[in-house]
């Protein structure tokens, strides 16, 4: 009995060696330690029955630059690796919840650094070396995993830990561009010294960050992918103080996966000027005060608002977790949305309305292809964002296993699309934010521009609210006054409520390319929406500063109040 | 030939020049900002700044490490940054020594402006640095006068016993010390760390090791608001070689090599470094199989060279520098960590044939060049050399610019942000330095009078610095520290037995050795050992905004202990590896 089982493995590996598809130095070492390793540890009496290795080469460039000088300017080469181990099955395996244990933190291990050149040896000693902790680790887990288990009362969601998926051989195109750093430098010179004439803008300033990445995945059922990923993004950032201390920041950002898709300096330069005019007025802007009533956000501002209520709780592993909210549990089939709106999490596509979006990627952290997800349509509710942990009525992966380098993949967002099916002009949705807001007898409703990002709670110990940090924030008055700038407001609620308000989406897309931070580290997404109206949204003041703005005017900029 | 040097010297004149100018720009644009501070900056209903000082640190990094013949990491990065210093009061009461739980710990929740450690960019001139100094002094002056105002409600109902000044007048120098660094071959050395590390390919029963090189010069320029200015220019270049394994039952053990200069050219030769290489890995390789000891000894113990020189940096010098003892709002506390020597001055600290002294001014002893010298210290003061100890006496403690009951001037030590100690020299009455194979037939006498089977010679204990840093990597955490205090963790150590005859023990810890063992050492030796390395500062860099790892250097002979306590770590260890390494492999 126990010989056939060894049979089984051996072909198994032949039939794996028989499918390498192109020859890549790193893939074929690592290949060897992952073949040996697996062989070896079989004979252990906890032993792994899933191991895979992610090499990830990242090859980055930042520069930044403040008031017209570099402030550094950086390149970097890196070679890390990511252990996935199991341990036990695909049922159940050490990565299982361990139920009343506020601090069982899912600890990846760390980065763990590898060779940058082709030295077979030095890779192999340091896979063996580290996979020899993940194996320990692992069945310390395991066991804990069984005992809890066994102790606790029987668990709401029984699906397995691991989904069965067919392993993928793959080489993708190879992204290589160069990065000319004295043209950058000179650019970022250029842009940030805009800045300097303003005595009242206290901090500005211009990065750009490039980075080409070099995914290697190896893993025991098969898989072999060799793939490339990129990413070019400027960042401009500046902040000014109001007298009474608090601290207003604006931000610009512009994303491509290729530094010659960045907009030009002269297009930046335009925004430039924009932001400190706007920062100008918005210093002297009054102070917003609570309110509750009807608000139009703009679509980038829609976009992280769904990103936060909608985004993070259909990653379907919170699903599993006894703590968290499990706000869609239950909800599929059923109305969440009204009906002219559809959200979809497409990582497939490298565009939208012809801006680039960063949430694309060929295969995602665990080696799944990625997949385009219709979780709402029509309103109704459809689907979770899968990685390989299954969730009830959900077995397998949809690409959606997401990580930073060092970090354990779980679902994670890509791209996410609100579309709607029934939209008004811009100018109909003000029209109509004016109706609603005299039926609630208000004087005025408010228009969310610009939005820096917000987060949101998805654990049942503190209260299930958002939060989004609004930048630009303007009252849209009822009696046909000019709209007013205001600050100092955060968009609170809490996500189901606030679905059930949306009224009227308009026929715009706003795009916001961002970093998603989560427990898994940060990856690139997007948050595409048009601008919608919400019947009622409630703001809350936001917290502030008390150091007072300095006490003396800037030795050197021209422009004084 | 002689073109060739013309044209050197020319050049070597046109960047003197500009970088005149430059240093000029830089001291010109401090100045301004801290006149213009010093004349207007206030609060209204608080007190102005009474002094303010500022320091502009240029740095750059250089690193390689390499792992089995490969690189692993190799950089070069610049690094600018600005401190800025308010006092508010004066000098006999300020804002100072006084720990505010609400700022000092957690630092202000409001998001003001950084001043300790500030970035600025490295590309900089005139503006750019007024307009950093500006902020960095608004939000510097802010605290500080919040501080003092908060320190003088928390005193008013209290009788004040200690009236100690808060910061020591001082006369204001001027000193300029430009000079360029030597250069770093980045190439070469990238090169070297590569092959040394390629050694450990034939030492496959060693787990995990690391190679690496660093080279850090420094120029700091500073003023302060009572004319004290200086430039200084400082350098240093480390390599270091850590390697983990684990012994067939599971023990961790660990080898290690640091060697430091001051300029990279006095790096030891690549031969001699490819031969610690090989050492670091044979003595580890062989250590795997040595035994424990069995039980825990006590008795005498003898510390040689790299041994006893960080003993004295990890347990004895760490007390010797001062440490004001600071105000809270419940009263005055004082830091018990390495302040047994505070109030000990006149008292009895090492035997009556011992004397230790900090002596800054000494560049090289033997063929060592010394990592602890430095002419001027942060506050700008000279260096001063202190007898610290005199024939076992305790005689003064290394001070900066904040007094003491005890110690009211400064000795110019303040280093890193803080007083610390530099070089650490250590002598002995000529009659009573004893070669070493007297030292090894004392320590046998001494086991026989007490009946002792064997006496233990210590030759390697573990640097902290590396032990916190690189060790904890190479080791995948693996590594174990030692718990508790006054522990030396033991790198390499022997059992002597009476008949001469020395053995490897694996591992193993120095327990209970404190500041106050060192009354006890009954013997030392001849020969001197002038060993440099990165000290952890006495005061934490957390409370000073300053360096937590200060290049010093201890030069000490051998040193007997009558009596202390060796043992093997008690807790559980880890299994080891459970495949052999693929190194093995064929």
């Known amino acids: 009995m126990f010989k056939n089982k060894y049979l089984m493995a051996f072909l198994m590996l032949i039939l794996i060696s028989n499918m390498v598809a192109k020859d890549d130095f790193i893939v074929t070492s690592a290949k060897k330690e992952l073949d040996r390793t697996m062989m070896e540890l079989s004979k252990e009496k906890i032993k792994p029955y899933f191991i895979s290795y992610t090499i990830t080469d990242v090859e980055s460039n930042t520069i930044s630059a403040s008031f017209g000088k570099i402030r550094s300017s950086n390149n970097d080469t890196k070679r890390m690796l990511d252990i996935d181990l199991r341990v036990g099955d695909n049922k159940l395996d050490n990565t299982h919840i361990i139920r009343g244990n506020p601090f069982s933190f899912t600890f990846g291990g760390g980065t763990i650094s590898l060779p940058l050149d082709n030295n077979e040896k030095a890779i192999r000693n340091s896979l063996w070396f580290a996979t020899d902790r993940r194996f320990k680790a692992a069945i310390e887990r395991y066991e804990k995993v069984i005992t809890n288990k066994a102790v606790k009362v029987a668990e709401e969601d029984s699906s397995a830990d691991f989904s069965i998926e067919k392993p993928v051989v793959f080489t993708g195109n190879e992204i290589k561009f160069t990065v000319d750093t004295k043209k950058w430098e000179e650019i970022l010179r250029k842009l940030s010294a805009k800045f300097l004439d303003y005595q009242w803008i206290y901090s500005a300033n211009v990065s750009f960050m490039t980075s080409i990445q070099t995914k290697r995945f190896i893993s025991t059922e098969g898989s072999q992918i060799v793939e490339w990923e990129s990413n070019c993004r400027l960042y401009v950032t500046a902040q000014t103080k109001s007298d009474d201390g608090m601290s207003l920041p604006l931000y610009e950002t512009y994303f491509s996966f290729n530094p010659d898709g960045l907009p030009n300096e002269q297009k930046i330069a335009q925004d430039i000027d924009k932001m400190i005019d706007l920062l100008d007025k918005l210093r002297k802007a009054p102070l917003a005060t609570t309110f509750s009533g009807p608000a139009i956000l703009s679509g980038p501002a829609s976009g992280v608002f769904f990103h936060e209520i909608f985004g993070h709780r259909v990653e379907g592993h ?86 930073q380098a060092g970090y354990s993949p779980v679902s994670r967002q890509s791209n996410l699309i609100v579309e709607a099916t029934q939209t008004v002009s811009e100018k109909k949705l003000r029209e109509i934010l004016i109706e609603e807001a005299k039926k609630q007898n208000k004087e005025y409703g408010l228009y969310f521009d610009q939005v820096s990002g917000g987060f949101t709670f998805t654990d049942r110990t503190i209260p299930n609210a958002f939060n989004v940090t609004p930048l630009v924030v303007y009252k849209v008055y009822v009696d046909g006054r000019p709209d007013e700038l205001v600050r100092g407001v955060d968009l609170i609620g809490t996500p189901l409520t606030t679905f059930t308000n949306i009224i009227a989406a308009a026929d715009d897309m706003g795009i916001f390319n961002g970093i998603c931070g989560a427990e898994s580290g940060g990856v690139p997404v997007s948050a595409c929406s048009p601008s919608l109206l919400v019947s009622l949204i409630e703001v809350q003041k936001k917290q502030k500063s008390q150091a007072k703005p300095p006490l003396l005017p800037s030795p050197i900029s021209k422009k004084a109040n | 030939m002689k073109k060739l040097i013309l044209s050197f010297l020319f050049f070597a004149f046109v960047f003197s020049f500009s970088q005149n100018a430059k240093d000029n720009e830089i001291l010109q644009a401090m100045r301004a ?60 009461f300020d804002n100072s020594n006084f720990f505010d739980i609400g700022l000092s710990f957690f630092g202000s929740s409001d998001d003001e402006e950084s001043y300790k450690s500030r970035s600025i960019p490295v590309e900089f001139d005139y503006s750019t640095l007024r307009r950093e100094l500006w902020l960095a002094t608004d939000a510097a002056y802010k605290q500080s006068a919040e501080i003092f105002s908060k320190k003088e409600a928390s005193l008013k109902n209290r009788m004040r016993k200690d009236t100690t000044h808060d910061f020591i007048v001082v006369k204001p120098t001027k000193n300029y010390n430009y000079e360029i660094a030597p250069n770093f071959d980045m190439k070469y050395f990238a090169e070297l760390v590569k092959s040394m590390s390629g050694v450990f390919l034939d030492y496959p029963e060693i787990s995990s090791s690391s190679v690496g090189v660093e080279y850090l010069p420094e120029i700091s320029y500073y003023v302060n608001s009572e004319g004290m200015e200086y430039i200084n220019s400082e350098y240093y270049a480390g390599m270091e070689i850590a390697a983990f394994s684990q012994a067939n039952d599971g023990m961790p053990l660990s080898n290690f090599f640091t060697t430091f200069t001051v300029n990279p050219k006095d790096f030891p030769s690549k031969d001699s470094l490819m031969i610690a290489t090989k050492e670091v890995a044979s003595k580890l390789k062989f250590m795997l199989n040595a035994k424990d000891l069995e039980e825990p000894y006590s008795g005498p113990v003898l510390f040689s060279s790299q041994a006893a020189a960080e003993a004295i940096a990890q347990v004895f010098a760490p007390n010797l520098v001062t440490q004001r003892a ?66 076992g006496y305790l005689k003064n403690l290394l001070s900066e610019r904040i007094p003491t009951r005890r110690v009211r001037n400064s000795n110019g030590h303040r280093r890193g942000g803080a007083a610390m100690f530099s070089n650490i020299l250590l002598d002995v009455k000529k009659e009573k330095q004893k070669s070493e194979s007297e030292l090894k037939e004392r320590l046998i006498k001494l086991c026989k009078d007490r009946e002792l089977p064997y006496g233990i010679i210590v030759k390697k204990v573990m640097n902290q610095n590396l ?11 693996g590594f174990q520290m030692p718990r508790g205090n006054n522990v030396l963790l033991i790198t390499e150590a022997y059992k002597v037995y009476v008949d001469g005859k020395e053995e490897l023990i694996r591992g193993g810890e120095l327990k209970g050795i404190s500041p106050q063992s060192f009354k006890d050492v009954i013997e030392a030796g001849t020969k001197k050992y002038a060993y440099n390395l990165l000290a952890t500062s006495v005061i934490s860099s957390f409370i000073t905004g300053g360096d937590q790892y200060i290049g010093s250097s201890i030069i000490t002979p051998d040193l007997l202990f009558e009596d202390l306590e060796v043992k093997s770590p008690d807790e559980d260890f880890k299994k080891p590896p459970i495949i052999s390494s693929p190194l093995m492999q064929k």
């Open chain 1, 318 to 403: 919170r699903e599993k977790d006894p703590n968290s909210s499990q706000t869609f549990k239950q909800s599929i089939g059923k109305k969440i949305l009204p009906e002219f709106i559809n959200v979809i999490f497409d990582p497939t596509i490298k565009t939208l309305k012809g801006q680039e979006i960063a949430g694309y990627y060929v295969y995602d952290n665990e080696g799944i292809k990625s997949q385009k997800v219709e979780t709402v349509k029509n309103g109704i509710f459809s689907n979770f964002l899968m990685s390989r942990s299954p969730i009830e009525g959900f077995n397998t992966s949809n690409g959606h296993g997401r990580a």
């Open chain 2, 33 to 92: 900002e801290l006149k213009r501070s010093m004349d207007e900056l206030v609060l209204e209903g608080l007190k102005k700044p009474y002094y303010i000082e500022y320091k502009l640190r240029l740095r750059d990094v250089y690193n390689a490490s390499a792992n089995l013949g490969s690189v692993v990491d190799s950089g070069y990065r610049k690094v600018a940054s600005i401190s800025v210093g308010v006092r508010v009061g004066d000098y006999k």
């Open chain 2, 326 to 391: 600071t105000l809270t709002e419940g009263g005055t506390q004082q830091n018990d960590r390495y302040s047994a020597f505070q109030s000990k001055i006149g008292g009895r600290v090492m035997p009556e044939f011992m004397s230790l002294k900090d002596v800054p001014d000494l560049k090289k002893y033997e063929n060592t060049f010394l990592l602890g010298n430095y002419e001027l210290d942060d506050d700008g003061l000279k260096a001063e050399n202190v007898n610290l100890v005199e024939d």
């Open chain 2, 467 to 477: 032990m916190f840093t690189t060790m904890f990597r190479v080791s995948g955490s």
